[in-house]
């Protein structure tokens, strides 16, 4: 897999992980513009294939960009969360759930970390953009009437990914650019 084009100052629309996807047992489709995977457990955690960081580089396969985005919608089970993984933490399923601090978290999840703020967001079309350069990371969530945003800044040195933590039953549109 290869990135989905750049963007205008240095952020990049990131593509999801299929290699680890596909390890994790999740069931991937693609139609046109959007990716569709349904998890099949948790917590497991689905994520960009590129990573970013202050700077960026290209090291290859896994290009960095100092600011990255991910644009998703999650149905199916109201169970997950959304957030930074430092790229150390990119295999450990239980990461973002058990200990993520900087992300939000769909009202509909019981346990796991209660440091992200739980927001109404399962159903709705999500955007995230993590600029490195500042250190802030936006969640912007479409609602019927408005656009909820919450900014976060987080203390990750080194590249970073953004994830999410599902459980069984999670169905995820991912896509790039606005929601059709």
């Known amino acids: 897999a290869k990135a989905d084009g750049d963007l205008e100052g240095g952020s990049e629309w990131a593509v999801v992980d299929a290699d680890a996807a596909n390890r994790r047992k999740f069931k991937i489709s ?13 917590p497991i955690m689905l994520q960009t294939l590129m990573t970013a960081e202050k700077g960026g580089a290209n090291t290859g396969l896994f290009t960095t960009r100092s600011v990255l985005r991910w644009k998703f919608k999650v149905t199916g ?14 295999n450990n399923d239980l990461y973002l759930f058990t200990t993520g601090v900087v992300g939000l978290t769909s009202v509909g999840t019981s346990g796991g970390s209660d440091r992200m703020p739980k927001v109404e ?4 079309w999500v955007e995230v953009q993590c600029d490195c350069w500042q250190g802030l990371v936006t969640f912007k969530i479409e609602g019927p009437d408005h656009v909820h945003t ?7 040195l080194g590249p970073v990914r953004i994830a999410l933590s599902t459980f069984q ?3 995820v549109l991912l896509q ?3 929601a059709d």
């Open 30 to 42: 693609v139609e046109v513009g959007v990716v569709k995977a349904i998890s099949p457990a948790g």
């Open 77 to 90: 089970n109201s169970s997950w969360q959304v957030g930074i993984v430092p790229e150390a933490e990119a």
């Open 150 to 156: 919450s900014v976060q800044s987080f203390p990750f």
């Open 169 to 171: 039953g999670c169905e």
């Open 121 to 124: 967001m399962h159903g709705r």
């Open 176 to 178: 790039r650019g606005a």
